[in-house]
């Protein structure tokens, strides 16, 4: 499938792939793609599958000007689901967003680097 960009959505997936564990296949359609990081576990007692995070997640669309895209921050519970969750604590507050500037960076360098380049831009 080619994308409004130019691209290939299967050139582009496998790309995507290469940055690390963030992308999420199941979630992508059509020209839209959602990435996530689950950056801070809240407990570490619990059983793996039944730990909770605290993150961010991103939603990307290719408009064929650039890929637009929205940050959000929050929770990813016991159910596998996103809650848009203010991070009160400092320091992880900090470290989730370290994990979001650094995978930003590589998703950037990464869509100037295709032919033809494309840019990012963030959604109002």
Not at 3 to 19: D, E, I, T, W
Not at 51 to 64: A, K, Q, V
Not at 79 to 108: P, S, T
Request: glycine content about 4%; charged content about 25%; proline content about 5%.
């Amino acid at each position: 499938m080619m994308l409004p960009s130019g691209h290939s959505k299967s050139r582009l997936m496998k790309n995507f792939a290469a940055l690390g564990p963030y992308i999420r296949e199941a979630q992508c359609e059509n020209t839209a793609f959602f990435f996530d990081c689950l950056a801070v576990c809240v407990n570490i007692k619990p059983v793996p599958e039944n730990r909770e995070f605290w993150g961010w997640w991103l939603n990307l669309e290719d408009t064929g000007q650039a890929f637009a895209y929205d940050y959000h921050y929050g929770l990813f519970d016991k159910q596998g689901n996103w809650r848009e969750e203010k991070i009160k604590d400092k320091a992880v507050m900090e470290q989730v967003e370290n994990a979001k500037q650094a995978f930003h960076v590589r998703l950037e360098k990464l869509l100037h680097s295709l032919e033809p380049a494309t840019t990012l831009a963030a959604r109002p």
